[in-house]
């Protein structure tokens, strides 16, 4: 029996260049993200991102990560941007200070509180679930042991860290998140994206979205955002 389902929603993420924005819009991304904060080796400035945001298509999310800014440095990005990502200790009401929607990574480390984490970020649009390495805020290229996901939380779930063309069925299949996020596992070096792997990546996802649509689990599908409020 077929039972349509969402898809899984695909960001890709550490964009700098515009050839790989057309390739990942090509390849059915959902949402592009872009990396604000200067200690990153995808960094991009405000006068970068109004021009590659120039090039994203209606309807493809632009999504600008920032780690514990100031408040003038997110509000120069704002015109070109859909979507605000938190990476560092923001607190939910600056996040919210924006008049934008807005997601919160929150780095795996062992004493996490997810259902916590939830409430305190509940006007989050999704909680971006991602790797934990002391003094690195993302795009770190590790997995988390994703079991540490509960069933049931109560905002969507976007899973990142180390997602790759290779393990990212296994992922979607194990965790039925809302959206999966790539960064380092679509690169051929830090910040330039490789087209083959973005394409690998996006059918991967799509594939097993099919393949979940068919009927290929045992369970009915349900994503980690059905339980959102
Ligand atoms: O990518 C970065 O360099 C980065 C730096 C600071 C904060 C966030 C950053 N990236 C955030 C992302 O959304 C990444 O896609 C996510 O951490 C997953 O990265 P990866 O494990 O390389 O796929």
Redesign the pocket.
Same mark, same amino acid.
């Given at each position: 029996m077929s039972t349509e389902i969402d898809p899984v929603r695909i960001k890709i993420? *550490?964009l700098t260049r515009t050839e790989d924005i057309r390739v990942a819009i090509a390849c059915g991304a959902d949402a592009l *993200?872009f +990396?604000m904060?200067a #200690?990153?080796?995808?960094a991009i400035d405000a006068d970068r991102l109004a021009t590659l945001s120039a090039t994203v298509s209606p309807f493809v999310t632009r999504v600008g990560?920032f +780690?514990d800014p100031g408040v003038a440095d997110v509000e120069a990005c704002l015109p070109y941007l859909d979507l605000l990502?938190f990476?560092g200790d923001e607190p939910a009401d600056f996040c919210a200070r924006f008049g934008k929607p807005w997601i919160k990574?929150i780095r795996m480390r062992d004493e996490i509180d997810l259902g916590a984490a939830a409430e305190t970020y509940s006007g989050a649009g999704a909680l971006?679930l991602? /790797?934990f390495r002391p003094g690195v805020? #993302?795009?770190?290229?590790?997995t988390f042991d994703w079991q540490r996901i509960p069933d049931s939380l109560a905002k969507p779930v976007i899973l /990142?860290? @180390?997602?790759t063309p290779d393990n990212v069925a296994a992922a979607v299949m194990q965790v039925r998140p809302y959206a999966v996020?790539?960064? @380092? @596992?679509v690169e051929s070096g830090k910040g330039i994206k490789d087209p083959l792997r973005i394409r690998a990546f996006c059918a991967q996802v799509q594939a097993t979205t099919a393949a979940l649509s068919a009927g290929a689990s045992a369970a009915p599908f349900t994503t980690k955002s059905s339980t959102a409020n």
């Amino acid at each position: 029996m077929s039972t349509e389902i969402d898809p899984v929603r695909i960001k890709i993420c *550490g964009l700098t260049r515009t050839e790989d924005i057309r390739v990942a819009i090509a390849c059915g991304a959902d949402a592009l *993200g872009f +990396v604000m904060w200067a #200690g990153s080796p995808r960094a991009i400035d405000a006068d970068r991102l109004a021009t590659l945001s120039a090039t994203v298509s209606p309807f493809v999310t632009r999504v600008g990560l920032f +780690v514990d800014p100031g408040v003038a440095d997110v509000e120069a990005c704002l015109p070109y941007l859909d979507l605000l990502q938190f990476h560092g200790d923001e607190p939910a009401d600056f996040c919210a200070r924006f008049g934008k929607p807005w997601i919160k990574a929150i780095r795996m480390r062992d004493e996490i509180d997810l259902g916590a984490a939830a409430e305190t970020y509940s006007g989050a649009g999704a909680l971006l679930l991602d /790797a934990f390495r002391p003094g690195v805020p #993302g795009g770190t290229g590790e997995t988390f042991d994703w079991q540490r996901i509960p069933d049931s939380l109560a905002k969507p779930v976007i899973l /990142a860290g @180390g997602l790759t063309p290779d393990n990212v069925a296994a992922a979607v299949m194990q965790v039925r998140p809302y959206a999966v996020d790539v960064s @380092g @596992g679509v690169e051929s070096g830090k910040g330039i994206k490789d087209p083959l792997r973005i394409r690998a990546f996006c059918a991967q996802v799509q594939a097993t979205t099919a393949a979940l649509s068919a009927g290929a689990s045992a369970a009915p599908f349900t994503t980690k955002s059905s339980t959102a409020n």
